[in-house]
């Protein structure tokens, strides 16, 4: 079994992530923004100053779900770069330092673009990330293949689509409501 760091283990995904995770028997550390009975570090703001050093010993994967998501606004713009493309880095960056075999970064489906043609998008397409979201986790992905060819971190990026289920928030849970007061 695998010593895991898990980054937004309090999140949409990371909540139910980190259960199947224990379930499965590993040891996992996680990380959130709040304390709370299953969380061992907080990390109350992650940007590219975050030190994740203490966080890294003995760990064998880093799981990075922690993002800036759901805002659209001009303000938000390096906030998206801070989090979801620096703080990436160097969590990167020190997990390579630390000795951690595998990263694996949850990206988004956005980074392809905002719309496939006659076919689903697929790992080869050319990125077309429009958005500010979108461009900061390509410029995460570029940088965790840049840390991969120097290093012995093994990275693996997963490109969602849109994600769902109970909790959910965002764009789907804006879409449901409507199908509601319809």
């Known amino acids: 079994m695998a010593n895991i760091l898990l980054t937004g283990a309090t999140g949409f995904i990371g909540r139910q992530l980190s259960t199947e995770l224990r379930i499965a028997g590993h040891q996992v550390a996680a990380v959130a923004r709040a304390p709370s009975p299953l969380i061992q570090h907080v990390v109350a703001d992650i940007n590219a100053n975050t030190n994740w050093q203490p966080y890294l010993a003995e760990i064998d994967v880093v799981i990075h779900l922690a993002a800036e998501v759901h805002r659209m606004h001009v303000q938000t713009v390096q906030r998206y770069v801070e989090v979801n493309y620096q703080a990436t880095k160097r969590l990167a960056l020190q997990a390579a330092q630390a000795g951690v075999k595998r990263m694996i970064f ?22 077309q990330p429009t958005d500010a979201y979108a461009q900061s986790k390509w410029r995460a992905e570029q940088a965790l293949q840049m840390i991969a060819a120097k290093s012995t971190l093994e990275t693996v990026i997963i490109r969602v689509p849109l994600v769902y289920g109970a909790g959910v928030k965002g764009n789907l849970l804006q879409l449901m409501r409507c199908f509601v007061l319809a």
């Open 106 to 127: 949850l990206s988004s489906i956005k980074v392809n673009g905002e719309a496939s043609q006659a076919e689903p998008f697929t790992e080869t397409d050319t990125v």
